[in-house]
């Protein structure tokens, strides 16, 4: 079993749509946890980044965390079609000084004009 | 602010050739300092990583190697490269001992690799 979990997609929505999407995870030590997009040819940007439980929101995105459940979200209100990349969710437990992240599989999502 | 810098952006290699790809980082001290590739549609797999000058921790045996000559440069290299070498190389930076508290990576824009 992998320690995190996210469903590749790939997703297609309709312009204006709400977006959801997930990560589960197996390490209950985790605690801090990041999404990040990637457009295809270029690395990786961070969106967003909590700490233990509970909402952040930052615009159209809005980024949860049920550590009880093991499951981490990104929702995208109002999607876009400039939103079309690869959502990838990381983590890490904050252990150590490598500063290492476990990285989901990302997950593809096209937004349709 | 703090910027990463990576090139090539795109390689195009024969089999047997040697490799070098290079990254710096510019306005941090002291930051950890990562290699991972991509293959196409799949996730990010951690190659390397660096905590100081000199210190390299591999992750995956393989055909490469990497070296941090400096502070803030990262090399990436292979003395002979292999056709299951190419993909999508990132490198990416985070700040350096900060305790208990998780960093998040900053990535550069990558080398896609290809080799012939």
């Known amino acids: 079993q992998k320690e995190v979990e996210q469903d590749p997609g790939p997703l297609s929505v309709p312009e204006g749509a709400i977006v959801s999407l997930n990560c589960t995870y197996s390490n209950s030590a985790f605690q801090y946890f990041m999404w990040y997009r990637q457009y295809s040819r270029k690395g990786p940007e961070l969106l967003m980044y909590?700490?233990?439980?509970g909402n952040k929101e930052d615009g159209r995105f809005t980024a949860q965390v049920d550590k009880s459940s093991k499951y981490i979200s990104l929702f995208i209100r109002d999607s876009q079609p400039s939103d079309s990349a690869t959502y990838l969710c990381a983590m890490s437990d904050g252990s150590g000084n490598t500063g290492k992240l476990i990285f989901g599989q990302g997950t593809t999502l096209q937004v349709k004009p | 602010s703090q910027t990463i810098h990576q090139w090539p952006a795109t390689l195009v290699q024969p089999v047997g050739s040697p490799l070098s790809l290079e990254c710096t980082v510019e306005?941090?001290?002291?930051?950890?300092l990562y290699w991972y590739r991509q293959a196409a549609g799949r996730g990010l797999q951690l190659l390397f990583y660096?905590?100081?000058?000199?210190?390299i921790s591999s992750e995956v045996p393989q055909n490469l190697s990497a070296s941090r000559p400096q502070d803030r440069q990262f090399i990436l290299s292979s003395k002979k490269l292999l056709l299951s070498d190419s993909g999508f190389y990132l490198c990416?930076?985070?700040?350096?001992?900060?305790?208990?508290?998780?960093?998040?990576?900053?990535f550069g824009d990558g080398t896609r690799l290809s080799i012939l």
């Open positions: 306005g941090t001290s002291n930051p950890n």
């Open positions: 909590t700490y233990s439980s």
């Open positions: 660096s905590v100081g000058i000199g210190q």
């Open positions: 990416a930076w985070s700040e350096g001992l900060t305790g208990e508290r998780a960093q998040p990576q900053h």
